[in-house]
């Protein structure tokens, strides 16, 4: 069994990733929402919203190398997994804070950026415990940790009351459950030996009501929960379990919608359960998957393949400098590499969301 365990443990990496140092702006921006402002915006999660911490952890999960980064700021790869900007730092400039989020574990991080807004979130990250140990990713109660110790560093550069009211009325973003579903529940025959989709989403669920709690305990009070994405849409999954027609995987996103029904079931209940809370619900199936399917309605050529790469397989080391293929324009292409999207496509789930959501944070 150890044996098989450790063969599909490089092989569930290998498809997450089949299957420098963050270049930080503090500019001063123009805010999109003016109704309130907000000091700083926080996440937590996976590679959707990492912003370079898994450069300084021990896994193959990386993103600091080019072609990646190559529309970044400065043209840098930080270890975000797209061709630029993420989430992220799309929330963060949207509400007029500054233009990137840096990584938490950045050794060089200013007293400036930490007041501003960091990230905690590490590619491959999840729910299930299998997930961190399959991927080598940095945990949810280890990202809870990091920010008990963040809490720390604040109160001794702003103090205890400071540090409070930052907390309070910064945004706390969270995009979780997607490498749980996609890699170790489908790709990997452990959890279905034990769970059907419905205890395993309902697992997941407990989970992330539990750590939105924890945060809570520690003094925030605004949150955004992203749902799952049409994770069985991606170039990867379309490459692998779409048949030659290289259609959408069904099953993953029926997945994913179970999350999501349940997601929204929670967070109604937490909100009730947490006085002065916000909770927000980001959807972003929804649209992601109509600007996959629709593409051309929102300026992209391509909807279905990726930019980096000739089999819509590649990621991580596979999206490298050897590389065969980097497609010339980014802005053409949904996808960057086999998993996830372009700056472009992120900018206009970021938007077109606070466009409908930014007043319940307020």
């Keep these: 069994m150890m044996k098989i365990f450790t063969f599909i443990k490089s092989f569930y990496v290998c498809s997450f990733l089949v299957l420098y140092h963050p270049f930080v702006v503090t500019a001063t921006i123009k805010p999109l929402y003016k109704n309130y402002s907000f000091p700083a915006v926080i996440a937590f999660g996976d590679s959707i919203l990492d912003t370079g911490n898994n450069n300084f952890v021990a896994t193959i999960i990386k993103a600091n190398f080019k072609p990646y980064g190559r529309d970044f700021i400065g043209g840098k790869p930080t270890g975000r997994f797209c061709n630029g900007?993420?989430?992220?730092?799309?929330?963060?400039?949207?509400?007029?804070?500054k233009e990137a989020m840096p990584a938490y574990l950045d050794p060089n991080l200013s007293t400036e950026e930490l007041l501003t807004g960091v990230c905690f979130a590490s590619a491959g990250s999840g729910y299930d415990p299998l997930t961190?140990?399959?991927?080598?990713?940095?945990?949810?109660?280890?990202?809870?940790?990091?920010?008990?110790?963040?809490?720390?560093?604040?109160?001794?550069?702003?103090?205890?009351?400071?540090?409070?009211?930052?907390?309070?009325?910064?945004?706390?973003?969270?995009?979780?459950?997607?490498?749980?579903?996609?890699e170790t529940y489908y790709l990997t025959p452990f959890r279905r030996i034990e769970y059907d989709i419905e205890k395993?989403?309902?697992?997941?669920?407990?989970?992330?009501?539990?750590?939105?709690?924890?945060?809570?305990?520690?003094?925030?009070?605004?949150?955004?929960?992203?749902?799952?994405?049409?994770?069985?849409?991606?170039?990867?999954?379309?490459?692998?379990?779409?048949?030659?027609?290289?259609?959408?995987?069904?099953?993953l996103n029926e997945g994913a919608l179970v999350f999501n029904s349940k997601l929204i079931t929670s967070l109604v209940d937490l909100k009730k359960k947490l006085?002065?809370?916000?909770?927000?619900?980001?959807?972003?199936?929804?649209?992601?998957?109509?600007?996959?399917?629709?593409?051309?309605?929102?300026?992209?050529?391509?909807?279905?393949?990726?930019?980096?790469?000739?089999?819509?397989?590649?990621?991580?080391?596979?999206?490298?400098?050897f590389t065969l293929k980097v497609c010339l324009d980014t802005t053409q292409y949904v996808f960057w590499d086999s998993y996830h999207p372009t700056e472009k496509a992120y900018k206009i789930l970021v938007h077109e969301t606070l466009n409908n959501k930014a007043d319940e944070f307020v």
Excluded: W
């Design 85 to 97: 900007r993420i989430p992220s730092d799309y929330f963060l400039e949207y509400f007029g804070i």
């Design 132 to 182: 961190i140990e399959l991927a080598s990713a940095i945990s949810s109660e280890d990202q809870l940790d990091m920010f008990k110790e963040y809490i720390g560093k604040l109160k001794a550069a702003v103090g205890e009351n400071k540090t409070a009211e930052i907390i309070e009325k910064s945004i706390f973003i969270i995009s979780m459950g997607s490498n749980d579903i996609s």
């Design 200 to 251: 395993y989403t309902t697992m997941l669920i407990t989970a992330n009501s539990k750590f939105v709690e924890d945060l809570y305990e520690l003094g925030a009070r605004r949150f955004g929960v992203f749902s799952l994405s049409p994770i069985g849409c991606v170039p990867l999954q379309r490459t692998i379990k779409g048949g030659i027609k290289r259609d959408c995987v069904e099953k």
């Design 275 to 321: 006085p002065d809370s916000r909770v927000v619900y980001l959807e972003n199936f929804t649209l992601l998957h109509d600007i996959i399917v629709n593409h051309t309605k929102y300026g992209f050529e391509n909807g279905d393949g990726s930019c980096c790469g000739i089999a819509n397989l590649e990621l991580g080391p596979l999206c490298s400098s």
